[in-house]
């Protein structure tokens, strides 16, 4: 019996219902149907696998999370329940970073981004951005290619942490041992004067005490990150093996997401690792001394250099794949002379014999476009993630390239005052060499010229361009040397190779790696300019690189004029 005043709650097991032995089987809207009133089905969603009545099949239509759900209609919607595919349970427990009440149950392919329902509200909206509930796309993240590529780097690059480890121990090992070389000179230089010189004799060794603390402050250091960073990755294989194993697909997924990020953040972290100073000892006795003792103020001089990271202890580089970049519209085999990366997934190439500029997708090894020039292209380079800047040197012209939704669409160009050959832009300058007349010039991204080095000591035939924060590296087929320049244009060393040197490629460590277009063979040069090793060899007359930092990758092309097999692919080298 209903109490007076209050409604009867309704009470509904189903959203079929017979209407009696002479109807139907009806079906009801199944999101109306679980807090009521009950409503006739007018449509179906298949992705979500539930029948809709007409007001919630139009809201199901502009919402911006099932806007892209596959609907139908009633005439043509399943006229009986259908059994719901089981799926993971939205048992979601990984709260948002920028939202800590919410929990993360989307994803964003564009942006490569775990979101909770804020993010995708106001950053990440199904106009600008393609974002999937996770549980619709996490069923088959178990023992995936993902699973295997997320394992296989947090591999390499623990194995990379301990290697940086153990190149800095050895550095420092060095450095003690140059410590005892130079105290025992200062002992066997100190027996030859009186005990007055006590007091100068303490002040050279506190000096070198000094650089020993630097050092073993610079270990522990590299110690103690290395150690964090091996813990992390660990923790974080453990989770991915785990989840894995138990097929929890949604932690699985977002962990591996993570852990993509660490991977990359670490990388950069133990790149920088790398760069830690470890400095000698020198010394330098004073051979005035014997005479001078009253004017001195010092037993010596203390000196030190930075070790540099032995290039022979570096691992070598190994063919990973290679990308096909002929297509059917190709009038010619390829030649690759200038390469660049718009984005980690697109490589934008300059095919010569072709008159093109090619956008290849990575990870699909394929070519997703291809734009004619009325001449021959020579070198490209990224201005932005939508821009690239291309040589033409037969028109005098470098010119500018907007790159929007796998297409390519012509932007202004800018005349420069010779044959331009190589490009680089770095920030808000582009740096161009020029095969005729020989020299290298600074611009400002908008053409205005602000510094050309001109001077047949230093370039003959400047061919590539490849820039750092504080360097420029010139190579030149003729002198067959490579050149760093500071960005005052002031030389700052100079390599002499066995054979020309073509394209170059600048890494975040600080070194430098070149085609050695006569050696068949790609080198790396250390950050000094006083070595080079060979990182690649048994590679057809290769014409440029390019470095990635992200992917740890370096990508090669070949210009043998007659080994297409070569020539039609780029290769993708990795430590």
């Known amino acids: 019996m209903a109490v007076q005043g209050k409604k009867a709650t309704k009470q509904f097991s189903s959203s079929t219902t017979s209407m009696g032995s002479d109807e139907d089987l009806k079906v009801y809207c199944q999101p109306c149907d679980r807090d009521g009133p009950r409503l006739p089905a007018h449509g179906y969603c298949t992705n979500c696998s539930e029948h809709l009545c007409e007001t919630c099949f139009t809201v199901h239509k502009r919402h911006t999370l099932s806007r892209h759900h596959t609907l139908q209609d009633k005439s043509s919607m399943p006229q009986t329940l259908s059994p719901v595919t089981p799926r993971q349970p939205d ?75 153990q190149d800095i121990k050895k550095r420092n090992d060095e450095s003690n041992k140059s410590l005892s070389n130079a105290l025992t000179d200062i002992k066997k230089f100190r027996t030859k004067i009186n005990q007055r010189l006590d007091e100068l004799e303490s002040i050279v060794k506190e000096a070198a005490q ?115 970049i002929k297509t059917s519209r190709d009038t010619d085999h390829c ?125 003959k035939t400047p061919r590539y361009i490849a820039t750092s924060d504080n360097f420029i590296y010139v190579s030149d087929t003729e002198m067959k040397t490579v050149t760093k320049l500071n960005w005052q244009c002031e030389v700052k060393g100079k390599y002499v190779c066995s054979g020309q040197p073509y394209g170059l490629a600048t890494s975040e460590d600080g070194s430098l790696y070149f085609c050695n277009f006569d050696s068949n063979a790609i080198e790396e040069l250390s950050e000094d300019f006083t070595e080079g090793e060979i990182v690649v060899k048994d590679i057809q007359k290769p014409q440029n690189v390019f470095w990635s930092a992200e992917r740890c990758t370096l990508y090669v092309s070949s210009s043998s004029g007659n080994d297409t097999n070569e020539d039609n692919f780029i290769k993708m080298f990795r430590k």
């Not at 993360?104 to 199904?126: G, R």
């Not at 023992?143 to 997320?150: A, E, G, P």
């Not at 110690?223 to 989840?243: N, P, R």
């Not at 028109?395 to 796998?406: C, M």
């Open 335 to 459: 030649c690759i002379r200038g390469m660049t990366l718009l984005t980690s997934d697109l490589l934008i190439v300059t095919d010569w014999f072709n008159n093109a500029i090619k956008m290849i997708d990575i990870n699909r090894k394929s070519v997703l476009a291809q734009q004619s020039f009325a001449s021959q292209p020579t070198d490209v380079t990224s201005v932005s993630q939508n821009e690239v800047a291309v040589t033409l040197p037969s028109n005098y012209t470098v010119q500018f390239i907007n790159i929007s939704q796998n297409n390519f669409r012509n932007k202004h160009t800018v005349k420069v005052d010779g044959k331009c050959s190589g490009i680089r832009c770095h920030k808000d300058k582009m740096v161009v060499s020029f095969l005729h007349p020989p020299k290298v010039q600074i611009h400002l991204i908008n053409g205005t010229l602000l510094q050309t080095i001109q001077d047949e000591h230093i370039f």
């Open 91 to 165: 048992n979601f427990t990984k709260p948002c970073p920028k939202h800590n009440m919410e929990m993360i149950k989307f994803y964003c392919h564009d942006h490569e981004a775990l979101l909770c329902s804020v993010c995708v509200t106001l950053d990440h909206t199904a106009a600008s951005c393609k974002v999937n509930y996770i549980p619709d796309i996490s069923d088959k993240v178990t023992d995936s290619k993902d699973y295997q590529d997320i394992l296989k780097d947090i591999n390499d690059m623990t194995e990379r942490s301990s290697k940086t480890l």
């Open 210 to 324: 000094v650089i020993q603390k630097d050092n073993s402050k610079a270990l522990m250091k590299v110690e103690t990150v290395c150690g964090d960073v091996q813990i992390s990755l660990k923790s974080s294989m453990d989770a991915v093996k785990h989840f894995n194993t138990s097929k929890q697909a949604n932690d699985l997924f977002m962990e591996l997401k993570q852990a993509k990020q660490m991977i990359k953040d670490y990388k950069q972290n133990v790149t920088l690792l790398s760069e830690t100073e470890v400095k000698e000892y020198n010394f330098e006795p004073n051979e005035a001394i014997s005479n001078l003792l009253d004017k001195e103020k010092s037993i010596g001089t203390l000196s030190s250099k930075t070790l540099q990271p032995d290039l022979k202890s570096r691992p070598k580089l190994h063919l990973l794949d290679k990308i096909c």
